[in-house]
């Protein structure tokens, strides 16, 4: 299958303005991004999808770029727009803030897609900061692995242990949490892309929502990974860290 990983990119991120081009540990990040998806074995071509010209000359040091209209409501609806100009069967969406993103996980998405429109992944929430954090996305699967539901609220609700603290009930069940990786088949992608934003993904802020609700079934990949990305200026000490401790291995 002929699969382009895109990493959608913008300059006016409204946490941390310019950060695709923040120096962590010497290097951009779109640049540590891009690099870590050419390690995926299951990539034709890396792709960053910009409407910025200072990201596009960055990024066009490192792999190839595609200046895109700036009013995408949505990184699948940037990336929907690279994609109908190049030939593919499909596209793994890498989010541009993930220096450290394991290209195993990429290729385990891309695998996906072999048997599914829409593919992403999982990991299991190990943590009561997380269990109780709404920017912490939560899934839930049926018994072949699809995706039943995507929220920021703790899902499910364990009626039989609600009175108990959040370190039980995380002991009590297997709690998922969401990555930011999607895989579309072409076709599909483009078609996602016009329908309308649904209800529960302009209630929740999830977009992934658009397409469970138009009936496009989601593969969600379990993973023993789990990631460690730049959304303010704060998480960049945590980053390095973490870049220089896997140097030092």
Do not use: W
Request: hydrophobic letters at 45%; one cysteine or more; charged letters at 25%.
């Amino acid at each position: 299958m002929n699969i382009l990983g895109i990493i959608p990119a913008r300059f006016a991120a409204s946490r941390f303005p310019g950060k695709p081009l923040h120096l962590i540990a010497g290097k951009p990040l779109i640049q540590r991004v891009i690099e870590r998806c050419q390690l995926a074995g299951s990539l034709r071509e890396v792709i960053v999808a910009t409407d910025d010209a200072r990201i596009a000359e960055v990024a066009r040091k490192f792999c190839r770029v595609e200046l895109t209209r700036a009013d995408h409501p949505s990184g699948s609806d940037r990336i929907a727009e690279v994609a109908a100009r190049c030939a593919c069967d499909a596209i793994v969406n890498i989010q541009g803030d993930e220096p450290l993103i394991d290209p195993a996980v990429i290729d385990v998405v891309a695998k996906a897609l072999a048997d599914a429109e829409m593919s992403t992944a999982a990991t299991a929430i190990r943590s009561v900061e997380e269990y109780d954090n709404p920017n912490v996305v939560k899934v839930v699967t049926d018994a072949a692995g699809r995706a039943l539901y995507f929220s920021r609220r703790t899902i499910p609700y364990l009626r039989d242990q609600a009175a108990q603290p959040a370190a039980a009930q995380l002991a009590a069940f297997p709690f998922l949490k969401h990555l930011g990786i999607y895989g579309y088949r072409r076709d599909t992608l483009l078609r996602l892309v016009k329908f309308p934003q649904s209800p529960l993904e302009q209630a929740e802020r999830l977009e992934q929502l658009r397409a469970l609700e138009n009936g496009i079934p989601i593969a969600v990949a379990r993973v023993d990974y789990d990631s460690v990305g730049v959304d303010v200026p704060a998480d960049v000490e945590r980053v390095e860290r973490l870049i220089a401790a896997s140097v030092a291995i």
